[in-house]
């Protein structure tokens, strides 16, 4: 307790909630973001350093025995970011990397007092974290290719297989419709709780009826645009592109999945781009060879029909209907989406190309507001400041702690209830903006 005293007293920590109309900031002791830097981030640290010692002999295995060296030297750089993160260190420049020139770039407008991690706005300082821990690792001569996240992922997947088995027989029938469209939409968005960095890499693991959940959950679904959606797509073209913008590995990239193959199957678009991270990121989310590993593990099922949607979906990947755009940085940099279009002006003309992008989960919907505390019932349209390549649709469960779009009152209901509501993925929001 005194320790937290004397850290907050150093680093001017406000023993308050963030203020309204402000950046979100760990600056704020009684906001998630403090939480985050505190408790979350070190301890995720904590877990890899852990596992590069438990597993060094497969490392050794898998990337030979010079790798020795770097496996020491990563887990001592890994406990010191810990280190650097408890003691607010400041945010320093990048030296390596296609993207250092982005990062940097970004870095050099801070202002001087708020290039640290308490300082700073929580979405810049949580995404330096984990590029900075990805730069640890490219820094060595043999760990380079390894994703420190991926046994996590996959054993995401190795828990999901019931409810995935659940969910394709369910779905091998079904039709083009309006109803049809929205139960698999509210599956994809519920799909996202499973959030290993929420849980700071624990497992969570989906039970029971997919379906009867979804219907289950309807109070929970705070903002439901389905309708909006499907007329943007149900009215586009059949030759036309939706994009997806992935969030978690695991069940919720299955759900991804279901809900393209479905858009393919209906007629409601030729092609289905997905947009991976091309770093290890926030601990769960989808890298090419998540994609690829997960196609790979559905087909080596016993079970008929979990091979089958592996092999159908490999085929979807191979003619190209399935599309994996190729690795963009600006996913895995700081920038909010509103700025796309000016850092980064090709991926925005390539998201222009599309007749729906779909954005999945909460860091995605951050990226989209920007880390600040609106007003809960300030416009969607509004908060997106510009962001309008195409028609867009977010599917998010709350972990964070903020949202727009509400109607008033809701979110005093809520707090009254349960003044952590938005912290727990318990609720979620499929908001829709149209170009």
Request: hydrophobic share 40%; net charge negative.
């Amino acid at each position: 307790m005194c320790g937290d005293q004397d850290f907050d007293a150093k680093n001017g920590i406000v023993d308050g909630p963030t203020p309204p109309h402000t950046e979100l900031a760990a600056q704020y002791k009684q906001s998630f973001a403090y939480y985050t830097f505190r408790v979350r981030l070190p301890s995720t640290l904590a877990t890899i350093a852990d596992s590069l010692v438990k597993d060094k002999d497969e490392l050794l295995a898998t990337y030979g025995a010079a790798a020795g060296t770097d496996i020491e030297q990563t887990t001592k750089d890994v406990k010191q970011l810990r280190e650097d993160i408890l003691s607010n260190a400041s945010l320093l420049p990048f030296a390596e990397g296609k993207d250092a020139q982005l990062w940097n770039t970004f870095l050099d407008k801070l202002p001087s007092e708020r290039r640290s991690y308490f300082a700073v706005c929580w979405l810049y300082a949580e995404c330096y974290m984990y590029r900075r821990l990805s730069s640890i690792f490219q820094a060595t001569i043999n760990l380079t290719q390894h994703d420190y996240f991926s046994r996590q992922k996959q054993t995401a997947a190795r828990l999901s297989v019931d409810a995935m088995l659940a969910v394709a027989s369910a779905t091998r029938q079904n039709d083009r419709s309006a109803d049809t469209f929205r139960q698999l939409v509210k599956l994809n968005l519920w799909g996202n709780r499973c959030d290993l960095s929420i849980t700071s890499g624990k497992q969570v693991k989906p039970t029971g009826n997919a379906f009867d959940q979804v219907t289950d959950l309807e109070e929970k679904l705070l903002i439901d645009n389905t309708e909006a959606v499907w007329q943007a797509l149900d009215g586009g073209s059949s030759e036309g592109i939706v994009d997806i913008v992935f969030d978690n590995a695991g069940y919720e990239l299955y759900t991804d999945l279901i809900l393209a193959e479905y858009i393919i199957d209906k007629g409601l678009a030729a092609k289905v781009r997905f947009y991976p991270k091309a770093i290890p990121w926030f601990i769960s989310d989808v890298m090419e060879h998540d994609y690829h590993w997960t196609l790979q593990f559905l087909a080596d099922q016993p079970n008929a029909v979990l091979s089958e949607l592996g092999e159908k979906w490999q085929r979807l990947t191979k003619e190209g209907r399935f599309e994996l755009s190729p690795l963009e940085y600006f996913w895995t940099g700081p920038y909010e989406y509103y700025r796309m279009a000016e850092v980064n002006p090709e991926l925005y003309k390539r998201l222009k190309e599309a007749q729906l992008v779909i954005f999945k989960g909460d860091l995605n919907y951050r990226k989209l507001l920007g880390d600040f505390s609106w007003d809960s019932t300030e416009s969607f349209e509004t908060c997106l400041r510009g962001f309008r390549p195409s028609n867009l649709c977010t599917l998010r469960t709350v972990k964070a702690d903020l949202i727009c779009g509400l109607g008033a009152g809701v979110a005093e209901q809520l707090f009254a209830k349960d003044k952590e509501w938005m912290l727990t993925g318990e609720y979620g929001v499929i908001q829709f903006a149209s170009k």
